[in-house]
T-cell receptor, first 114, second 117 residues
Framework: GNSVTQMEGPVTLSEEAFLTINCTYT??????LFWYVQYPGEGLQLLLKATKADDKGSNKGFEATYRKETTSFHLEKGSVQVSDSAVYFCALSRITGGGNKLTFGTGTQLKVEL | DTEVTQTPKHLVMGMTNKKSLKCEQHMGHRAMYWYKQKAKKPPELMFV???????INESVPSRFSPECPNSSLLNLHLHALQPEDSALYLCASSYGRLAGADTDTQYFGPGTRLTVL
């Protein structure tokens, strides 16, 4: 079956530090890959996505590259801010009989301190 | 505009009450989803509607009853819930079959925080 594995949190960083959140996946074929972010008390927001191998998704300074050879989609940001504190979910998407299903990782909580 | 709206934002109900959650989108999406999210967990899929027809039911108890009256609206009717049903209920939408295959992107609403007493 499909699965997504994310690095365990919480991750605590100082402002302006470099961020990496690891994500690897298992799936048949070539799924689309997503990063969603959830700020406290809110729903999920799409952060970025990639739909085929070697694609790089980017948004708000965050980047992730779809690596088929390592089945990975690691999230990176060069300089984090306090406002980036949130829970980050890696997910893959596959069409099933009835529709589109997202498989989520367990989520990684990021806390950025001054 | 990638906005999905949900009402109410918060809901407290007793185990004998009947209530409904509402979700709306005006992006022309033809697939709509209900998820349940417990604290510190990822969302769990409950239902998928495709072109106003229920296409996926993830073995959800019958005390949750979804309804899709038109392509823009999605309701979740609640009856005789249990305290363990307390959670954040998220709605999402996507283009569905119009987008094709796995590239279809789901956009989430802000959720309804449900507390069952």
């Amino acid at each position: 079956g499909n699965s997504v594995t994310q690095m365990e949190g919480p991750v605590t960083l100082s402002e302006e530090a470099f961020l990496t959140i690891n994500c690897t996946y298992t799936a048949t074929g070539y799924p689309s890959l997503f990063w969603y972010v959830q700020y406290p008390g809110e729903g999920l927001q799409l952060l970025l996505k990639a739909t085929k191998a070697d694609d790089k998704g980017s948004n708000k300074g965050f980047e992730a590259t779809y690596r088929k050879e390592t089945t990975s989609f690691h999230l990176e940001k060069g300089s984090v801010q306090v406002s980036d504190s949130a829970v980050y979910f890696c997910a893959l998407s596959r069409i099933t009989g009835g529709g589109n299903k997202l498989t989520f990782g367990t989520g990684t909580q990021l806390k950025v301190e001054l | 505009d990638t906005e999905v709206t949900q009402t109410p934002k918060h809901l407290v109900m007793g185990m004998t009450n009947k209530k409904s959650l509402k979700c709306e989108q005006h992006m022309g999406h033809r697939a709509m989803y209900w998820y349940k999210q417990k604290a510190k967990k990822p969302p769990e899929l409950m239902f998928v509607y495709s072109y106003e027809k229920l296409s996926i039911n993830e073995s959800v108890p019958s005390r949750f009853s979804p309804e899709c009256p038109n392509s823009s609206l999605l309701n979740l009717h609640l009856h005789a819930l249990q305290p363990e049903d307390s959670a954040l209920y998220l709605c999402a939408s996507s283009y569905g079959r119009l987008a094709g295959a796995d590239t279809d992107t789901q956009y989430f609403g802000p959720g309804t925080r449900l507390t069952v007493l």
